[in-house]
């Protein structure tokens, strides 16, 4: 079948980037998503980027996405504890998620 | 808050009882979604609707489980004859999709252990 791959955690320190990987196997894939869940909650929607992009940049996150090699990506600026949390891709044609990747920023 | 609600938030059953679980979707949102998250994985995809159409079910979804949304508004998901295996977070999302795309909401999910 068709899946989505992330790694599972993450560390960074308060103020450096974070850059979260996820792969995915479905090339027909219209939309591609980052979902934020914190502990106890709801998912949240950060940002998607459509498949004929290959760059979207909002505030602190920018995505890029490599079509070619199925890859997708989200960059956190200047990363805060605040979010600290577990990220979500997820391409919704096939209703698709990863497992998250569980993102821990130090102080 | 999304604005999507799901009720109850939490539940406790015992095996082989009956659960039922509603989702209220954002007004305007044509399409209503139900996902099964467990501990550690991301959101596996149940069923979807388009209005009061069930347009697709996950080979996840077994017959005991039955999902309706009669009126293409509020939304209802029953697990018949409930098994340990069931427990989980139930999760219901929203969206409304046109020419220019869709965006999933996600409500705050209800939590179902079975014992």
């Known amino acids: 079948g068709e899946d989505v791959e992330q790694s599972l955690f993450l560390s960074v320190r308060e103020g450096d980037s974070s850059v979260i990987n996820c792969t995915y196997t479905d090339s027909s894939s219209t939309y591609l998503y980052w979902y934020k869940q914190e502990p106890g909650a709801g998912l949240q929607l950060l940002t998607y980027i459509f498949s004929n992009m290959d760059m979207k940049q909002d505030q602190r996150l920018t995505v890029l996405l490599n079509k070619k090699d199925k890859h997708l990506s989200l960059r956190i600026a200047d990363t805060q504890t605040g979010d600290s949390a577990i990220y979500f891709c997820a391409e919704t044609d096939d209703m698709r998620f990863g497992a998250g990747t569980r993102l821990t920023v130090k102080p | 808050d999304t604005g999507v609600s799901q009720d109850p938030r939490h539940k406790i059953t015992k095996r082989g009882q009956n659960v039922t679980f509603r989702c209220d979707p954002i007004?305007?949102?044509?399409?209503l979604y139900w996902y099964r998250q467990t501990l550690g994985q991301g959101p596996e995809f149940l069923t979807y609707f388009q209005n009061e159409a069930q347009l697709e079910k996950s080979r996840l979804l077994s017959d005991r489980f039955s999902a309706e949304r009669p009126k293409g508004s509020f939304s209802t998901l029953e697990i018949q004859r409930t098994e340990q295996g069931d427990s989980a977070m139930y999760l219901c999302?929203?969206?409304?999709?046109?020419?220019?795309?869709?965006?999933?909401?996600f409500g705050p999910g209800t939590r179902l252990l079975v014992l």
């Open positions: 999302a929203s969206s409304y999709r046109d020419s220019s795309g869709e965006t999933q909401y």
């Open positions: 007004s305007e949102h044509n399409r």
